[in-house]
């Protein structure tokens, strides 16, 4: 309890404010020690990985111009180097601190700073800011630091319910990007505060390893009856994950009931507890599958039941949406969706390209021989070294299998190829000529783009081939 004394009126009594960090300085050192030990993110564009601190590119994750050494396992995503200001990668962490029985969760964050004069970039520093704190109550939470505003849990629950975008009290929290590690350290203190119940000092190892979302820390085990029922049975992957919304309904009760040894050595989360929910098995691999692709399988579920322990073994997960797309055209052109060789091909890429090349036929039966009129005129810039050859896209079959080897969408561009608006060239190796290499699009003479394999970008040389190609497309033209 803290104390009493009169408002500054001296008309009513009211309790004694928290007193809570504010400032840098108010920071406890270990909380800035555990900080300084954390990596620094670095940046990472799918091929190369840049430098936390001046973004120039590593090389054998050592960065020249800084002298330092990072840890690539740790990055954040980014398109695009250029357009670097548009993310976010400050650090932030949640911390408990118990005042009397009272409990404060602060967001700690790592500032990052544009005031370097070389670069336009921001990029880490060594300053922290209490960034958010809030009182935890039996009734909600109360934003200390800017507007000492409370929103109760039933308040949470009903915006949480309305909108999937939830700024309470100033902070978004249900953004993926607002998982963050907790520190854990500390936790012991709760045990004589609201928190007892909740046990979170014996996942203090759990814990350690794994982000939270807020929600899982300041509104589940407060407003959740479920949340302790998951802890008691140490499904922490699940009282962590998402679940905050979703009541167990007696459908998913009974589910548990069901395959509680299932779901207990395995340790589920809310999206496995979902797809198996969804499929009803126990084969953890496609339930794996399925509850990265929740939505998808939901889809393919809404035209035919199928099992997906057989789909796991016939296609990788990349190629589900693959399969969503055959099931719908086979359904279209009539098949029997009963039939277990069309529901399982033995040689599904081939089954789906031919279902493919059926569709588009259905839609404009002239296409493939206008393709093969355009390829024959473009023939012209046909490219040949001693290494490569570069070739106009012969027919709509080509197309069909060049987007299945670099898993790619060429073949969507069949109709827009047929009436020469683009224009598609393979790139191949010589040695290799019936395999995919390269996948150039071209329109108006300019290459707009060239791709190898899953959309990536090809070397240097191989660009630098290209360009001086492009070059005689203008003059031929
Ligand atoms: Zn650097």
């Known amino acids: 309890m803290r104390q009493l004394k009169f408002d500054k009126f001296f008309k009513e009594i009211e309790e004694e404010p928290l007193s809570i960090w504010k400032k840098r300085e108010d920071i406890p050192n270990y909380i800035i020690d555990y900080f300084n030990k954390y990596p620094v993110r670095v940046a990472y564009d799918t091929v190369k990985y840049y430098c936390p601190y001046c973004f120039k590119e590593l090389t054998d994750d050592y960065c020249n111009n800084c002298h330092q050494k990072f840890n690539k ?3 954040f995503y980014i398109s695009d180097i250029k357009d670097i200001k548009n993310y976010r990668y400050s650090d932030l962490i949640f911390t408990f601190d118990v005042i009397n029985d009272e409990v404060v969760l602060y967001v700690i964050k ?3 700073t544009y005031n370097n004069p070389n670069i336009s970039i921001p990029y880490y520093t060594n300053n922290y800011e209490v960034y958010r704190a809030f009182h935890i109550t039996n009734r909600g939470i109360k934003d200390l630091l800017y507007n000492n505003i409370e929103m109760t849990y039933k308040e949470m ?10 700024y309470i009290l100033g902070y978004d929290l249900i953004d993926d990007e607002e998982s963050y590690y907790l520190y854990v350290d500390n936790l012991d203190k709760l045990k004589n505060t609201i928190y007892k119940y909740t046990k979170l000092w014996e996942l203090k190892d759990y814990l350690k390893d794994n982000k939270v979302n807020i929600l899982n820390i300041i509104f589940a085990p407060f407003y959740n009856q479920d949340f302790e029922f998951l802890i008691k049975n140490k499904l922490y992957n699940m009282a962590f994950s998402p679940f905050y919304l979703e009541k167990f309904n007696n459908n998913l009760k009974k589910l548990f009931k069901d395959n509680k040894e299932f779901i207990v050595k395995n340790n589920l989360d809310y999206y496995e507890f979902k797809a198996l929910e969804l499929i009803k098995c126990q084969d ?3 339930i794996k599958i399925v509850a990265n692709n929740i939505e998808l399988v939901k889809d393919i579920i809404k035209i035919v039941n199928v099992d997906f322990v057989k789909i796991k073994d016939m296609i990788n997960e990349e190629e589900l949406y693959e399969y969503f797309d055959y099931i719908n055209m086979a359904r279209k ?7 277990k060789n069309v529901l399982y091909p033995k040689d599904f890429i081939k089954e789906h390209n031919k279902l493919y090349k059926q569709m588009v036929l259905i839609n404009e039966p002239n296409i493939d021989k206008n393709i093969k009129k355009i390829a024959k005129k473009l023939t012209v810039n046909k490219y040949e070294d001693k290494n490569y050859v570069i070739y106009p896209a012969p027919s709509l079959e080509s197309l069909i299998e060049e987007g299945s080897m670099q898993n790619n969408c060429v073949r969507t561009y069949a109709s827009l190829y047929s009436q020469n608006k683009v224009q598609i060239y ?3 190796e010589k040695s290799n000529v019936n395999k995919s290499f390269v996948t150039i699009e071209v329109k108006n003479n300019k290459i707009v783009q060239a791709k190898i394999k899953n959309n990536e970008l090809p070397s240097q040389a191989i660009e630098n081939i290209l360009k001086s190609w492009e070059k005689t497309l203008k003059k031929k033209d």
């Open 157 to 166: 629950h009903q915006r949480l319910q309305q909108t999937e975008e939830i």
């Open 73 to 75: 396992d740790i990055y």
């Open 333 to 339: 052109l009539g098949f029997n969706l009963k039939d």
């Open 284 to 286: 953890l691999d496609a």
């Open 110 to 112: 790592r500032l990052t």
């Open 426 to 428: 393979f790139m191949r």
